[in-house]
C-alpha cells in the first residue's frame, strides 16, 4: 500500500494515514508498518528520485499489506524538510527515510524529538541511536565511466555537470578525471556548476555550453535526462545519472551509474518489523550492488568496453581503487603517494581537484 502527497497538500494536514491490520502470529494484533520517504525531486526525474521510488515500490511489492508507505515529493532542503519529517513523525511513521544530504540537519533534529521513530537518511554521516545512515560508492562507478570517457573522447574534452560543490559530487569529478587521464593524459575535463540537483534547463543550458567549448563527452551529477538529450542532438555522447536513461537519449549514451536501493531498503523495514533495526553507517558500492552500471551503448568501441570492465572488476575484486596512487591535485602537489590511496576519511571531505579538472 501506499500514499503519495505533495509536499503543499502534506504540509496543509489534508492528507490522511493508517490503518491497522493483523499480521505476524494467529491472534496477536500488530500495527501495520507505516514508512516514509522524503524527496528532494519529483518522481518522474529520471534520476535520483525516481531511483529512490524504484526502492519504494520494492518495498511494497515484497511486503505487501504489512507496510504502507507514504512518498513527499520536491521537498526543499531547508525549513520545509524538518516540517515534513515532522509531520511524518507526528502521524504514526515508525520508519522515515530522508533521501538527500541536505536533509540532514533536520532529519537530527527531528529524530532527537521522537526517539521511538526509527530515521534513516542518504549521504550524511551524523547518526543517533535512532538514526542511521546509509551511502553509495558513486565515485566508483565515475571511475567506470572515466575509462570509457577517455577512450571514447576525440577532442580529449569532457565536459562536467556539476550540482553542489560537497565531497560527493567533488570526488565524482576526480575519480571520473583520474580514470580518463589513463587512456588520455591530456584529457581535461570542464565543470559547470549549476548549483541544483534537478534543473532541465540549467543542466540542458550547461551541456550546450560545455559543447560549446569542445566537450564531446558529457558526465553529469544531476538528476534529469537533458544533458543526455541535448548530447544527442548535438552529436556528442555521455552517461545516464542514477538511473538508466537510455530511452530518452539512446545515440547518446554510453552506460549510466544505476543507485539501485532496493535490498537495503528491504532489508531496514524487515529489521524495524523483527525488531532488530540498529544504528549504523554504511558505504556500499559495486562489490555490494548498491552501484551498478547500466548496459554499454552501441557506440562503445570494443577497446573501452574492455577498459571499463576490467575497473569495474577491479574495484570489486578490491585489486582497484580509483584513487590509488601517485595522484596529484591541480597545483602538482602529490595527495596520494605511489602505493597509496585515499581513505573514506579523505574521500568523505575532499574539496580540492585533481589535475586535468577545469573548475
Known sequence: MKLHLSRRRFLAGTAATSSVILVGRPGRAQEQLKVGFIYVGPVGDFGWTHGHDIARKAVVEHFGDKVKTTFVENVAEGPDA???????????????????????????????????????????????????????????????????????????????????????????????????????????????????????????????????????????????????????????????????????????????????????????????LDGTWETHSVWYGLKEGMVKMAPYGEAVTEEARQAAEATKEGIIAGTLHPFDGPVKNQEGEVMFAEGEHASDEQLQTMDWYVEGVQA
Open 82 to 272: 524538518e516540517r515534513v519529517i515532522r509531520q511524518l513523525a507526528t502521524s504514526g511513521h515508525g520508519l522515515i527515510f530522508t533521501t538527500s544530504f541536505g536533509f540532514m540537519n533536520a532529519t537530527v533534529r527531528v529524530a532527537k524529538q521522537f526517539p521511538k521513530v526509527k530515521f534513516e537518511h542518504a549521504t550524511g554521516y551524523q547518526t543517533l541511536p535512532n538514526l542511521a545512515v546509509y551511502n553509495a560508492r558513486f565515485y566508483e562507478g565515475r571511475a567506470v565511466c572515466g575509462e570509457i570517457g577517455g577512450h571514447m573522447t576525440q577532442s580529449g574534452i569532457t565536459g562536467y555537470i556539476a550540482s553542489f560543490p560537497i565531497p560527493e559530487v567533488v570526488m565524482g569529478i576526480n575519480a571520473y578525471t583520474l580514470a580518463m587521464r589513463k587512456a588520455r593524459p591530456d584529457g581535461q575535463t570542464k565543470v559547470v556548476w549549476v548549483n541544483s540537483w534537478y534543473d532541465p534547463g540549467k543542466e540542458g543550458d550547461a551541456a550546450k555550453a560545455l559543447i560549446d567549448q569542445g566537450a564531446d563527452i558529457i558526465c553529469q551529477h544531476t538528476d534529469s535526462p537533458a544533458p543526455l538529450q541535448v548530447a544527442q542532438e548535438r552529436g556528442a555522447h555521455g552517461f545516464g545519472q542514477a538511473s538508466d536513461m537510455k530511452a530518452y537519449a539512446p545515440r547518446a549514451q554510453l552506460t549510466a551509474i544505476l543507485d539501485d536501493w532496493s535490498d537495503y531498503y528491504v532489508q531496514r523495514v524487515q529489521a524495524v
